[in-house]
Nanobody, 124 residues
Framework: QVQLVESGGGLVQPGGSLRLSCAAS????????MGWYRQAPGKQRELVAS???????NYLDSVKGRFTISGDNAKNTVYLQMNSLKPEDTAVYYC??????????????????WGQGTQVTVSS
Protein backbone atom coordinates (compact mmCIF):
# COMPACT_ATOMS: atom_id res chain seq x y z
CA GLN A 1 0.00 0.00 0.00
CA VAL A 2 1.10 3.54 0.75
CA GLN A 3 2.80 4.85 3.87
CA LEU A 4 3.17 8.44 4.99
CA VAL A 5 6.07 9.22 7.29
CA GLU A 6 6.11 12.57 9.07
CA SER A 7 8.94 14.33 10.84
CA GLY A 8 9.85 17.70 12.27
CA GLY A 9 7.51 18.24 15.19
CA GLY A 10 8.64 19.32 18.62
CA LEU A 11 8.60 21.98 21.30
CA VAL A 12 9.22 25.60 20.33
CA GLN A 13 8.80 28.95 22.02
CA PRO A 14 6.21 31.46 20.80
CA GLY A 15 7.55 33.29 17.78
CA GLY A 16 9.73 30.36 16.81
CA SER A 17 9.75 28.20 13.70
CA LEU A 18 9.42 24.54 12.81
CA ARG A 19 9.47 22.66 9.53
CA LEU A 20 7.36 19.56 9.07
CA SER A 21 8.09 16.98 6.38
CA CYS A 22 5.96 14.14 5.07
CA ALA A 23 7.13 11.53 2.60
CA ALA A 24 4.77 9.12 0.88
CA SER A 25 6.13 5.76 -0.23
CA UNK A 26 4.79 2.62 -1.84
CA UNK A 27 3.45 1.68 -5.26
CA UNK A 28 2.19 5.18 -5.93
CA UNK A 29 0.92 6.11 -9.34
CA UNK A 30 -0.24 9.62 -8.56
CA UNK A 31 -1.36 11.86 -5.71
CA UNK A 32 -4.01 14.51 -6.31
CA UNK A 33 -2.99 16.70 -3.39
CA MET A 34 -1.12 16.58 -0.11
CA GLY A 35 -1.89 18.54 2.98
CA TRP A 36 -1.49 19.07 6.68
CA TYR A 37 -4.29 18.84 9.19
CA ARG A 38 -4.11 19.45 12.91
CA GLN A 39 -6.11 18.45 15.93
CA ALA A 40 -5.85 20.09 19.32
CA PRO A 41 -7.24 18.42 22.45
CA GLY A 42 -11.02 18.69 22.57
CA LYS A 43 -11.22 20.16 19.07
CA GLN A 44 -12.06 18.83 15.64
CA ARG A 45 -9.37 18.09 13.10
CA GLU A 46 -8.93 21.03 10.74
CA LEU A 47 -7.16 21.58 7.45
CA VAL A 48 -4.10 23.77 7.90
CA ALA A 49 -2.71 23.85 4.38
CA SER A 50 -2.81 21.84 1.19
CA UNK A 51 -1.08 21.77 -2.17
CA UNK A 52 -2.25 20.10 -5.35
CA UNK A 53 -0.01 18.26 -7.78
CA UNK A 54 -0.28 21.35 -9.96
CA UNK A 55 0.99 23.60 -7.18
CA UNK A 56 -2.24 25.27 -6.08
CA UNK A 57 -2.14 26.01 -2.37
CA ASN A 58 -4.82 26.59 0.23
CA TYR A 59 -4.41 27.82 3.81
CA LEU A 60 -6.41 28.10 6.99
CA ASP A 61 -7.05 31.81 7.56
CA SER A 62 -5.30 31.84 10.92
CA VAL A 63 -2.00 30.61 9.45
CA LYS A 64 -1.88 32.74 6.31
CA GLY A 65 1.31 34.75 6.17
CA ARG A 66 2.97 32.53 8.78
CA PHE A 67 2.91 29.03 7.28
CA THR A 68 4.11 27.97 3.85
CA ILE A 69 3.37 24.62 2.23
CA SER A 70 5.54 23.26 -0.55
CA GLY A 71 5.89 19.95 -2.31
CA ASP A 72 8.18 17.81 -4.40
CA ASN A 73 6.10 15.70 -6.79
CA ALA A 74 9.05 13.58 -7.83
CA LYS A 75 9.66 12.57 -4.21
CA ASN A 76 5.98 12.49 -3.16
CA THR A 77 6.97 14.75 -0.31
CA VAL A 78 5.29 17.77 1.24
CA TYR A 79 6.71 20.32 3.63
CA LEU A 80 5.14 22.80 6.01
CA GLN A 81 7.29 25.72 7.09
CA MET A 82 5.77 27.24 10.21
CA ASN A 83 7.00 30.66 11.33
CA SER A 84 5.86 33.04 14.06
CA LEU A 85 4.31 30.14 15.93
CA LYS A 86 1.68 30.85 18.54
CA PRO A 87 0.48 28.78 21.49
CA GLU A 88 -2.80 28.24 19.65
CA ASP A 89 -0.87 26.38 16.96
CA THR A 90 -0.24 23.60 19.48
CA ALA A 91 -1.73 20.37 18.16
CA VAL A 92 -0.97 17.03 16.61
CA TYR A 93 -0.28 17.63 12.94
CA TYR A 94 -1.29 14.96 10.43
CA CYS A 95 -0.15 14.58 6.86
CA UNK A 96 -2.76 13.62 4.29
CA UNK A 97 -2.43 12.31 0.75
CA UNK A 98 -5.68 12.97 -1.06
CA UNK A 99 -6.97 10.68 -3.80
CA UNK A 100 -3.81 8.63 -4.03
CA UNK A 101 -3.73 6.13 -6.86
CA UNK A 102 -1.59 3.07 -6.22
CA UNK A 103 -1.00 -0.45 -7.49
CA UNK A 104 -1.53 -3.63 -5.54
CA UNK A 105 -1.72 -7.19 -6.86
CA UNK A 106 -1.60 -5.72 -10.36
CA UNK A 107 -4.75 -3.71 -9.75
CA UNK A 108 -5.23 0.05 -9.33
CA UNK A 109 -6.84 1.61 -6.30
CA UNK A 110 -7.53 5.16 -5.15
CA UNK A 111 -8.03 6.32 -1.60
CA UNK A 112 -6.86 8.84 0.97
CA UNK A 113 -3.97 8.10 3.31
CA TRP A 114 -2.95 9.60 6.65
CA GLY A 115 0.31 9.84 8.53
CA GLN A 116 0.65 8.84 12.15
CA GLY A 117 0.78 12.43 13.39
CA THR A 118 3.51 14.57 14.89
CA GLN A 119 3.16 16.74 17.99
CA VAL A 120 3.80 20.47 17.75
CA THR A 121 3.87 22.32 21.05
CA VAL A 122 4.30 26.08 21.25
CA SER A 123 5.03 27.15 24.78
CA SER A 124 7.40 29.30 26.79
Amino acid sequence: QVQLVESGGGLVQPGGSLRLSCAASGSIVSINAMGWYRQAPGKQRELVASITSGGTTNYLDSVKGRFTISGDNAKNTVYLQMNSLKPEDTAVYYCNADRTSYKRYGLSFTRNFWGQGTQVTVSS
